[in-house]
């Protein structure tokens, strides 16, 4: 799976002498927490955040008049305020590669750009959460069971026997480290069985069930 695959194609852009207060209203009205910023032949220079404009809105004990703020506003501009040395990533750039960079750097969203750094779209934590739930099922019913599997060769294939065997359906797989090097923990959605059936045929098979409910 590829940010292609993913992305928000033909994001909202401003460009770097937008004011700030007309960047806060388009990002409010466009419902978005960040904007690419572009040069007049779209190629990126930077990216700003709704957290970014709000740290140069004065606060509500300001001593200011309410004709002296939005004057003073009008003088600051997305370029005083937006992050330059933007991190981007490419259409073919696998999602898992995405998120881990927005974790490792701690921002919430990744401008997607061309071999020219022109903006071809842009990467949230929100598509990421989206992916998500479709990679662990979690939109579709079913029975969800995570269990700890040894860590042996052909231990998923005679499992996913078994669910074949009673007649289910494995419609997501999660496998992440386990209690200790030998063994894994998986998480499985399964269609077409019931619980009991499920559980019935996998736990003479794996150390231990964990976990197993319908959802």
């Known amino acids: ?69 939005p004057y003073l506003l009008s003088k600051v501009k997305v370029n005083d305020v937006m992050t330059k040395k933007v991190i981007t990533v490419t259409e073919d750039t696998p999602v898992e590669e995405a998120a881990r960079i927005m974790a490792d750097n701690k921002i919430g969203g990744l401008p997607v750009v061309d071999e020219s750094n022109i903006v071809a779209g842009i990467i949230t934590e929100t598509d990421i959460f989206k992916t998500f739930l479709e990679l662990i099922g979690a939109r579709r019913p079913g029975v969800r069971i995570t269990m700890i599997v040894k860590d042996k060769r052909g231990e998923l294939a005679r499992i996913g026997q078994a669910i074949a065997d009673i007649g289910g359906n494995i419609i997501a797989t999660v496998e992440v480290p ?38």
């Open 1 to 69: 799976m590829l940010i292609r695959d993913r992305m928000t194609r033909n994001p909202v852009l401003c460009t770097a002498d937008l004011p700030v207060t007309d960047a806060f209203d388009l990002m409010k009205k466009s419902r978005i927490r960040r904007m690419p910023v572009v040069d007049k032949n779209g190629k990126l220079v930077g990216i700003v955040s709704d957290q970014d404009l709000l740290r140069v809105t004065p606060s509500p004990a300001t001593t200011l008049s309410a004709y002296e703020i």
């Open 178 to 215: 386990g209690t200790d090097p030998s063994n894994y923990e998986v998480l499985l959605k399964v269609i077409g069985v019931t619980k009991d059936a499920l559980v019935a045929a996998l736990k003479p098979m794996v150390e231990r069930i964990t976990d197993v409910r319908e959802s």
